[in-house]
C-alpha cells in the first residue's frame, strides 16, 4: 500500500533536511514544521474500495501515529541517527494473535539492538472482521494500524523510566520508508545469518536472542532489515525453546522487558471497554479508562458506540493498571476450535508458548513465573482426551471450574464473570444462565459489548484488554490468544497463581 512512497522516498529526505536546514538559520522553532506529513502534504484518504466496502478508515488513528514525537523532523537532522530494524518478513495475515507474537518479541530484539522496531498494519486476512469481496470477486483487506490495537512500545509509545537510552522509540512503516531508501539499508539474510551464529533447533530461546541482538547492535548502519524470514517465527513460537527467553539474564530478560512492563493498548481499545465498564463491574469507571473531561462533550447520546468521545480522550489502558475488582475473565474460543481440538490432540501438541510455564519440567526449573495449571492428564485417561478436554470444554465443565477457582482464589472476591468467546449466542446465553444458577451475579460476554465499527474491527484485542485487567483469568491453553492475555497479565504484574487454564 505504500509502494508510491517509494520513488520519492530519496528527493523527500533531502527536501526535509533542507527545510529542517532553513528553519534553523532562520531562528524559527522546529515546532512549525512538526511532522513529516505536515512537510510532503501525503494524501491519507481512504481508498474507494475502502468506502465502498463501508471498512473504517481509522483517520484519527493514522494522524495518533503521524504525529508521535519520533516522527519529527527534527529526530533525522540528530547525529547520530536513529538506527532501526525492520522485519519485512514479520508473519502477517494468520490470526492477529499469532502474528502479535512475535511483534512484541521483534520489538525486544530491536530494543537489545538499539534499534527502534518499524511497526506494521495488521492485514486481516485470516478472519476478517468485515466482508471484504469486491464486485469482481478479488478482495480488498482490511488493514488495521498498529495504534488501533496497541499504543505501547510496539506501537511506539514510551519504554518507561529506566530503560536503556540508546534505544530508540518504534517507528511506522511509513517513517521507515521515507527515512531508510533502499540505497543506504543494510539486508541481513535470515539463513546466512542463522549458519553464522551458530543457530540451530537445538540452540536455547536465550542463545538465539542474545546471538541476534549482538549480531545487529554490531552493524553500523542506521537502517536494517532481515530478509527471508523472521528469527523468532511461529514454528519457533510454537516449540518449547520460546521459554528461556522469558528468563533470559539481565537486560536480556525479555518478561522483564519494556517491551512488555510498559504494555499499553490503544485509546480505541480502552474507549470500547470504558463504555462497556457497566457489563463487567457494577463499581464506578477506574481512573485508568475514564476519559479526560475537557475532550467530551455532554450533548445526549455522546460516548455511545454510535456517537463515541474523540480517541485523544482516552490514554492507553496499561496492562500494570489496578485488576477490576470482582471480575474473573473467561477465554471461551469456539466455532472452528470444535475441529482444531480434535487437530491439536491428534497431533499430541502441547500448550502454546507462554502457556507451558506451568508445565512440570518447566515449573521445575524454578525460572518462570509458576502458572498452577498445565495440561494435565487423569491417570485413567488417554493423552487424547485429555487434550480435548483442555481445549474445549461443555458448559457443566465450565460452571465447575469457574466454582472451583473462585474458591481457590486467595485474598479474592469473584463475583462476576465476561466471557470472551467466538459462540454462537444460543450457547453463550446458556452457558452465562448456567453461570447464574450458580451464585455469579453478573455475567456478561463478547456479544453484549456495543463497539462502533472501529472498535469492532479490533474486537479481539477488546475482549483481551478486559482478560488482562481481570482479577482472575482462565484460558485455553492452546490458544496463541490466550497466551497473549497470559504474558501480559504477567507483565502487568498479576500474581501467576490468577492465571489458569480449561
Ligand atoms: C541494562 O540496561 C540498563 C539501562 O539501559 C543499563 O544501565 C545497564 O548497564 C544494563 N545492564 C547490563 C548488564 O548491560
Ligand atoms: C555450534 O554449536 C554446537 C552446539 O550447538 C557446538 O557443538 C559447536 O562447537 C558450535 N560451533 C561453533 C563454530 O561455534
Ligand atoms: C477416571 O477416574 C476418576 C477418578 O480418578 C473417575 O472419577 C472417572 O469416572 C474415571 N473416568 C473413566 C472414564 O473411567
Ligand atoms: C498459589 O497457589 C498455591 C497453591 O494453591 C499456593 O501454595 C501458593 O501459596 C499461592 N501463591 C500465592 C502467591 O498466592
Redesign the pocket.
Known sequence: MNRRFLPRAAPLKLICLVLVALVLLSGFSYRIITTRADLQQVSYAPSPHTIALGHPTFEDVKEYERTLPQHRLSVLAAKPRPRYLFFPSEAWGTGWNNVFQEQLLNTHLAYLANRGYVFVDYIARDHPPFPDELPDGTRHMLHIPMNALTSGPTGGGSWGEGANPGAPLPVSKDWWISSCPASETVEVQLADTMKELNITDSTTGEERLVRWAEKLRSIEAECVTIIGGSPFDYMFIGGDKVLSIWAADGNYSYGNSPTLKQYAWSPLVTRAIARNFALISSDSVPPALSPTLSRITTTPGAGSAHSPYPLNAFSPLRAAAPPIRGLLGLHLRRGDYEEHCNNLAWWGAGFNAWNAFGEPPARETGRFP?L?DYLSQHTNESRFDAALRHCWPSPEIIVERARAVRA?A??QQLSTVYMATNGKPEWVTDVAAKLRADGWDMVSSSVQMQLSRDEFAVSQAVDMGVLVAAETFIGVGFSSLTSNVVQLRLAGGR???TSRFW
Open positions: 509458576p498452577p481457590e486467595h485474598g500474581d501467576p497463581n
